[in-house]
Each structure stands twice: as structure tokens, then as C-alpha cells.
T-cell receptor, first 112, second 111 residues
């Protein structure tokens, strides 16, 4: 079955520190991969997407993610976290069916 | 922001009553989705549509039905609301190569 795993439910980092959020997927077809961010009471905003090509993709707000097929991973990174990055982050996967499957999310807390 | 409008934004209803949530898009995207979001579960797909009158079930479709008679509108109906359907419901749209874009959500409480 297709699935997405985000192993960290909560992560706390200090402002200015680097960040890595983990995402692993199980998907039989060639995956298309995404990261979304959700602030409290809001909808989800697309941060970045991977369809093919360069395995390191750049997104909005200074985020990047790297697709590693051998590890079935698509981890999200940011070199220096800002207090405004505190939110919940979701990894998602789809393929040619365009049915999006989401992970359970990682809640990021940023310490001043 | 993608042109997606969900209505209503908040609703309280009684157990056993039917409820319909509406999603309207102005982007002419082919694919439309209904998800529910619950703590600890992330977003779970209820139903999705890949064209007018073309729909398919998601992972949590029991107790829900959908209709799409026009490209721009995707309706989600709870046939007989139960307390377990208390949740935040999100509509999303997508097109090939774009990623999914989400509405602001509908908070539904079943009492």
C-alpha cells in the first residue's frame, strides 16, 4: 500500500539553527513528492515539489528538499530557521493518478 | 492564492442529519479532492474527482458521497452525520504538474 511516514511528530529548534524534517515514502510507481506548511487555523501552502530531474529542489521561504530514491526519502531542510517558520509540515506523494497521500505531519517549534 | 472557496467555513449540526459542504474553484483545474484533518492522522483522502462526473473513493470514504456536475464545483455530502465525522474538511484542486492547492477549510462539529 502507498504510504508516507514522517517519523518526527514534534521538533524543536532554536532560531538561527539548521532544520531537517524527515519524510519516507512507500510507493510502487515513480513518485511525485511535495512538502506543505500549515499555520494554525489555515489551509496548506505548497513549499516545494519534485517531479523529475535534479534531485535537490528549491522552494519558497528558503526551504529545499532532496529526493533520494535509494532511501525512499524526501527530507526538507533549511539552513537557518526563523521564528515565523513555526508551523506544521506535511510531506505528500502522488503519481500519475494524482491521488495525493499525506504523512501525519511534523510540528515545528522555534525557540527565541 | 489559487481560487478555491469552501462553504460554509463553520457548521454545527446534529447527529443523523445530512450535511453538504461545497467547494468552488475558479482555476479550471481537472482534479478536485476532499480531505479530512484530525489530530494525529494528518490529512486523509475522502473522495477525489478526475473530471466532471468522474469520482473515486479515498481511504476514508464510508459515510460520505460526492458529486461533480460542473468543473468548478465539488460537493461533499455526509449522508447521516455522526460524531466521528466532527473534523476539519479541506478541499483541494490540482492539475498535472502543479501540486495540490488547498482551500481554507470547513470546521464541522456534529453534536
Amino acid at each position: 500500500a502507498q504510504s508516507v511516514t514522517q517519523p518526527d511528530i514534534h521538533i524543536t529548534v532554536s532560531e538561527g539553527a539548521s532544520l531537517e524534517l524527515r519524510c519516507n515514502y512507500s510507493y510502487g510507481a515513480t513518485p511525485y513528492l511535495f512538502w506543505y506548511v500549515q499555520s494554525p487555523g489555515q489551509g496548506l501552502q505548497l513549499l516545494l515539489k519534485y517531479f523529475s530531474g535534479d534531485t535537490l529542489v528549491q522552494g519558497i521561504k528558503g526551504f529545499e528538499a532532496e529526493f533520494k530514491r535509494s532511501q525512499s526519502s524526501f527530507n526538507l531542510r533549511k539552513p537557518s530557521v526563523h521564528w515565523s517558520d513555526a508551523a506544521e509540515y506535511f510531506c505528500a506523494v502522488t503519481s500519475g493518478t494524482y491521488k495525493y497521500i499525506f504523512g501525519t505531519g511534523t510540528r515545528l517549534k522555534v525557540l527565541a | 492564492d489559487a481560487g478555491i472557496t469552501q462553504s460554509p467555513r463553520h457548521k454545527v449540526t446534529e447527529t443523523g442529519t445530512p450535511v453538504t459542504l461545497r467547494c468552488h474553484q475558479t482555476e479550471n483545474h481537472r482534479y478536485m479532492y476532499w480531505y479530512r484533518q484530525d489530530p494525529g492522522h494528518g490529512l486523509r483522502l475522502i473522495h477525489y474527482s478526475y473530471g466532471v462526473k468522474d469520482t473515486d473513493k479515498g481511504e476514508v470514504s464510508d459515510g460520505y458521497s460526492v458529486s461533480r456536475s460542473k468543473t468548478e464545483d465539488f460537493l461533499l455530502t455526509l449522508e447521516s452525520a455522526t460524531s466521528s465525522q466532527t473534523s476539519v474538511y479541506f478541499c483541494a484542486i490540482s492539475e498535472q504538474g502543479t501540486g495540490a492547492f488547498f482551500g481554507q477549510g470547513t470546521r464541522l462539529t456534529v453534536v
